[in-house]
């Protein structure tokens, strides 16, 4: 097993901003909704490592995906918000009430259901910061539902490939 450092998370960066630019954006399903991938990153960041460290690159991931996207800040501050909250959506989504925290220790359903509120959480500040109309609430709600359950989709898929559970 590679050991993470801040050279490997920036690879690791690299390599999920150029995936969701490159792959994913081009991939529309049902006519409108396109999968999003890059929160993995905060998702899966080992929770022992420093911090702040964490919230930087979680802000940085989300600013180039700004970036690329010629969007207005709201995916590095999505991004930067579930890292925040991240021990706390961990902690709602199992039973553990200690500060060792390990993805190889949850049950599946724990595991499944931390993904699925993160990715949540992530495309409803997404999207209520760029297409926020009182009038369309529902629209919103409903854009969030869908586009969390093709994400979850992808994010497990990735879980696997990269047998994430058993290493972080």
């Not at 909704?33 to 420093?50: C, D, G, I, K, S």
């Not at 989504?93 to 359903?109: G, I, N, Y």
């Not at 959480?121 to 919103?140: A, D, G, P, T, W």
């Amino acid at each position: 097993m590679i050991s993470r450092t801040l050279f490997t998370d920036l690879l690791i960066m690299i390599f999920l901003v150029a995936l969701q630019i490159f792959v994913l954006n081009r991939i529309t399903l049902f006519g409108k909704y396109t999968p999003v991938l890059y929160p993995v990153f905060v998702m899966f960041y080992p929770f022992f490592r420093n911090k702040f460290q964490f919230l930087a690159l979680s802000f940085l991931i989300g600013l180039s995906i700004d970036t690329l996207m010629h969007s207005g800040g709201y995916n590095a501050f999505a991004t930067t918000l579930i890292a925040y909250f991240r021990t706390l959506i961990f902690r709602s989504s199992t039973d553990t009430s200690t500060d060792f925290f390990s993805f190889q220790s949850l049950q599946w359903t724990q595991f499944l259901l931390f993904l699925f509120s993160s990715i949540f959480l992530h495309q409803l500040v997404v999207q209520y910061f760029e297409f926020f109309k009182l009038s369309r609430v529902f629209e919103i709600l409903l854009n969030v539902l869908v586009t969390s359950v093709i994400s979850f989709i992808f994010i497990i898929i990735y879980a696997l490939i990269f047998k994430i559970k058993q290493k972080v």
